[in-house]
């Protein structure tokens, strides 16, 4: 579903008519010799696309129009092969919607030595020019990422691949629309929030659905659809005898997959990316989606229970951001704690909502009762979530403004098997220790809703943070409870300025 070579960045190179057109010829092949091999490096998911030497402001302010304009472009990678003189670029800055990393790179990587000569200095110079490029972003209080470092370098390439990620992100939400099957659970104060807000300053939409909705598109399940589906279940996953067809409980699968088909037919004719559900509204639906939204949830689109918009939408973007990568990513909970001599250790799970995409090995296709919503024992994919090194972020409201929440997290295996618990799970250790993290998540005023993702490290969500002009509280190894809380004081307040009126 989610392909990155769908975006592209555009390569653009800044210059002018001070050295004879031999020298911008030279810039130009140069220009599309990196250009080139950013697009071909692995670390690099989306295509990099060169674009003509700029050399004066009309022909700059021209190509930041179109790439305002276009649908998949999400961003521009700016180098200053010779020197540019930046005052050419404010008006092509000022128009820029898109997010920018400046490159600061040379052509040749060595001095040669014996042989430089005035020529030489005059083509390679991006060690000044790129200065000239850098003043009049950091004067225009730009936000962007700043690269150093030869063009070939595995290092650089990763470090503009993590960006791009992060743009295809930023884009996705400007594109992005979310469903919400009923309202947040009543009285719950973190997943409210301000859509308005939201869709200006983070660009996703959010919109509330009747649940009758949803149950008119379920029952246009047709029987051999249902049949389909329930082989496919059978073919993916080790399911209980007891749903089996011909089971004493088959027909709680067969309500579960036409769940499923109603479900994602509707998230495919509104062109949504992302949306909720509560279980204190589900008029009319025979049990609370479970193994429905786990499937959705790996094929992409993000999820947020009880009416949880903004880690819906925050799921689906880490979902973008580490699109090809192996790991997964989930809608998670904070749930329970393991405190003990040997490391506390953070149990999360849900009720039933946690993305297969994060599994150690083949789920279980269970049924169980749920003690809350009234309603029919909903099917769901029990696992243990696999080890390794992963993330878990929430996005929140402060009322004025939205704050990033990460905290940085090692996934390990569940001391002792958990027989009795009926929900998929994931054990973590959060970094540098519990004390720490949640110490610093609370005063952070993080979510106890989160998006649990593997391949994300903290420079994809800081670049995505910056581009969406978003407070990013990254709570890692070197995490410091004193240091966190004067840190969230001083940001209250360029935040606030920041933002204006
Ligand atoms: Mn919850």
Redesign the pocket.
Known sequence: MLNLRDFEVWFVTGSQHLYGPDTLTAVARHSGEIAAALDAATDIPVRVVPKPVLTRPDEILRLVDEANASETCVGLITWMHTFSPARMWISGLDALRKPFLHLHTQFNREIPWSEIDMDFMNLNQAAHGDREFGFIAARMRLERKVVVGHWADTQVQARIGAWTRAAAARRDWETGKVARFGDNMRDVAVTEGDKLEAQRRLGFTVNGFGVGDLVGSIAEAAETQVDALIATYLAEYDVVPELRPGGQRAESLRDGARIELGLRRFLEEGGFTAFTTTFEDLHGLSQLPGLAVQRLMRDGYGFG??GDWKTAAFVRAMKVMSAGLPGGVSFM?DYTYHLAESGDLILGA??LEVCESIAAGRPRLEIHPLSIGGKQDPVRLVFDAHAGPAIAASVVDLGQRFRMVAAVVDVVAPEQPLPRLPVARATWRPRPDLATSAGAWIYAGGS??TSLGYAITPEHLSDFASMCGTELVLIDENARIDELRSTLRWNDVYYSIARGL
């Open positions: 229970a009880e909970e849900h009720m106890h809703h």
